[in-house]
């Protein structure tokens, strides 16, 4: 027990990640502040006990209110789809800027957590796993953006006691980015983009964990760590543990690049037709076609002692019977 609870403000705090970490602060007892939009979908924190602060990380003047007196930030808030590249700087890297300028002008918290993506390194050579202090090469503007993003970070690192933490690819209960995957096997289709493309993962629970982790270790400040599973399936292992997991036959289907591509294209068109960001698009098509996207914790475990409870046979099977109990599938 402790003696004075903490008060820490979450970015992104409706999003899938967020609603987790939210949650796990509220168990561990801190007082949570959610910085939220007007136009945010609020039933995802209805039940939960945290201090609403509305504002935008895009808006500097609302931020004041978000950031005061509090002793942990946790910026996961950011586009991760977008109509137009630029939107990815404006949001990921100017507001990234504005949040941190508010910390800073009210006397800084006691630390900052800014959760990066592996999209900001790019992929990696197969058989070879990327390390934090290998040369980043990002290859789409989300993934440029985030990096950007880093970089603004690091410059605020002498005002505030800063950690950067790279996820791959998250998944776990809540989880819409996934959810097509495990749709189309319940359906009887295993999509095979590159059949032998590796990938790292990381189960929602384990990240949140090294997350809370990263905030409360010294040896973190200054920082920059990948957290991962420890596993790196290829994308055809990938589809067939989710078939395990769903109880589910089903027949692999190799897409070919240039159909995959010319849907992605039809997206984008959609997209711009209706004003709203496809969440399919050809730099996303480019991404899964890479031989490998894996990178190593070693970092982690050594200053964290993060360890990755959930394998991920375990956390897709988890992750199906949420799907189920849901309704999603």
């Not at 008060?7 to 168990?27: P, S």
């Amino acid at each position: 027990m402790r003696d004075v609870e903490r008060r820490c403000l979450v970015t992104g705090a409706t999003g899938f990640i967020g609603r987790h970490l939210v949650e796990a602060l509220v168990r561990r007892g801190d007082r949570v502040v959610c910085l939220v939009r007007r136009t945010s979908r609020l039933d995802r924190l209805a039940a939960l006990p945290v201090e609403l602060v509305y504002g935008d990380i895009t808006d500097p003047a609302s931020l004041h209110a978000a950031v005061d007196s509090v002793e942990e930030v946790y910026h996961l808030a950011g586009l991760t789809t977008a109509l137009r590249s630029q939107d990815f700087h404006r949001v990921n890297v100017t507001g990234t800027a504005a949040l941190l300028e508010a910390c800073r002008r009210t006397g800084g918290p006691r630390r900052t957590v800014l959760v990066s993506s592996l999209a900001a390194c790019g992929p990696s050579a197969p058989g070879q796993p990327l390390g934090e202090d290998d040369l980043p090469r990002p290859l789409s503007p989300y993934g440029r953006s985030k990096l950007a993003a880093e970089a603004v970070a690091r410059a605020y690192s002498r005002y505030l006691p800063m950690t950067v933490v790279r996820p791959p690819v998250v998944y776990g209960p809540g989880d819409r980015q996934t959810l097509p995957f495990f749709r189309l096997v319940h359906r009887g289709v295993r999509p095979l983009f590159r059949r032998d493309t590796q990938v790292s993962l990381i189960h929602v629970a384990d990240l949140v964990a090294g997350l809370l982790l990263a905030a409360g270790r010294d040896a973190a400040i200054g920082q920059t760590y990948f957290l991962a599973g420890d596993e790196t399936p290829t994308l055809e292992e990938l589809t067939g543990l989710i078939a395990l997991a769903l109880g589910r036959r089903a027949v692999a289907l190799r897409l070919p690049y240039h159909l995959v591509r010319a849907a992605a294209r039809a997206l984008e068109v959609s997209g711009r037709l209706t004003h709203r960001p496809p969440a399919f698009d050809r730099d996303k098509v480019r991404e899964l076609y890479q031989p490998a996207w894996c990178c190593r914790s070693d970092r982690a475990r050594r200053d964290l002692g993060f360890v990755p409870r959930f394998s991920v046979a375990e956390g897709l099977r988890q992750t199906a019977l949420w799907y189920r109990r849901q309704g999603w599938l």
